[in-house]
């Protein structure tokens, strides 16, 4: 159910933020001018200005990467405003890492001030304008009293309720669901209007904009009965999936010659472009990160030897995207030899060295796989990884289990943000890690 005008909405959303990204750019120089050496950096420098206009058009490429401008309806503020946060951080930190790679000189320390500047204006001004935006959007549809209605036909009361339940959930919308034709779904709120037979009937008394069908079988003469009632009043027609209630991955149709087809397990990632940005994010991110972090993985190295002199690096075979295996590196934060086995880690696991506790609370131990990272078998941000026997329990026990599988493993995920990690329900977490894949 499309706003009809939400594509022209979107690119005037991402042309102001350019133009508010400009505007951060000079506002942060005008700030900053009592500091800044004129002399070595001026924005009334046509190279100045050529970078400044190409940073802005690169932020607009990553916010839509981050799925900033999804429609208004369709997306709550925290969802749009975490896009935001998520986009200017790797946005403002490239452009860090550009900056000391390009002007290792005197205009350096300016510069870096200049962006850390600019970067703590731009959130600020683009999570305002979210907020407004989202406020106003609101109050319009409330004063103007948009809502566009929909009755849902079928037999298929599994996917309705899910659907009607979803709307129900985000009041913000813009549709109202006016009730359910061939079921009795009054237990989610949503009135029986009646039997198919009595569509045509239904359609004329409650003129609703659109039409569900949520059907697991049929008599293909009357659907296209349904249908064509449907049409004939210029009411849209849309198909509940059947297979929802199994797959919570994306839906993309696709097409083999004129016959469509639903890839069920279709994500952002199946966009070569996407996946070479991520990939292009991961070994620089993960490149830096290590020459950052090389004084802190030293120091682990080193308190592991003196604590009983075992080996430094703990190594163990891990299941990555696609259901490959790849041996995934650790600071040792156990024992020697306390580490084989599968066996679930907990925060008072007996077996765990004292310092090992310490790089563990810390997320020290982590550290060794951005390696992993860069060498291409995770990513920076992704579900986290299990090890096969893991993954061989899970996978009979846990709904959706391997959709993880889909994408590479991380360093962090949607799970750990949500601090679902440790003795958390696992359920849990693969449904924070599918809603990662999703978006």
Known sequence: MRDDNRSALTILENALDMILNFATFVSAYILLYPIIDTSLVSINNSKTQILVFIAVILSSLVYQFFNVYKPIPYVNAHYSITGILLANTVFFGFAMVGTVVFFNDARLKFILLWIITSAVLSTALLVFKKKVIIFFVKLFRKQRDIVRKVIIIGNNSETARAFVKEVIDDNHNGIMVVGHVGGEMSDVGCEMLGE????????????????????????????????????????????????????????????????????????????????????????????????????????????????????????????????????????????????????????????????????RRTAIDELPQLFNVFLGDMSLVGPRPEIPSFVEYFKNDVPLYMVKHYVKPGMTGLAQVKRLRGDTSIEDRIQADIAYIEN
Request: net charge positive.
């Open 196 to 359: 198919p037979s009595e569509l045509e009937e239904i359609l004329d008394r409650y003129t609703p904009d659109y039409a569900v069908f949520a059907v697991d079988s049929y008599d293909k003469k009357k659907l296209i009965r349904l249908v064509n009632l449907c049409d004939d009043r210029c009411v849209k027609v849309y198909f509940l999936p059947v297979i929802y209630g199994f797959f919570k991955s994306a839906k993309q149709l696709e097409r083999v010659g004129r016959i469509p087809l639903i890839n069920v397990h279709s994500n952002p990632l199946d966009n070569r472009f996407n996946a070479f940005i991520k990939r292009a994010l991961d070994i620089v991110g993960s490149a830096l990160l290590i020459v950052l972090s090389s004084p802190v993985m030293l120091f682990a190295a080193i308190g592991i030897r003196l604590g009983d002199g075992g080996p430094v690096l703990f190594k163990q075979e891990r299941v990555g995207r696609m259901g490959k295996r790849f041996t995934m590196l650790k600071f040792r934060s156990m024992k020697e030899g306390a580490d084989v086995g599968a066996v679930w880690t907990t925060d008072l696991d007996e077996r765990k060295t004292r310092f090992g506790t310490f790089l």
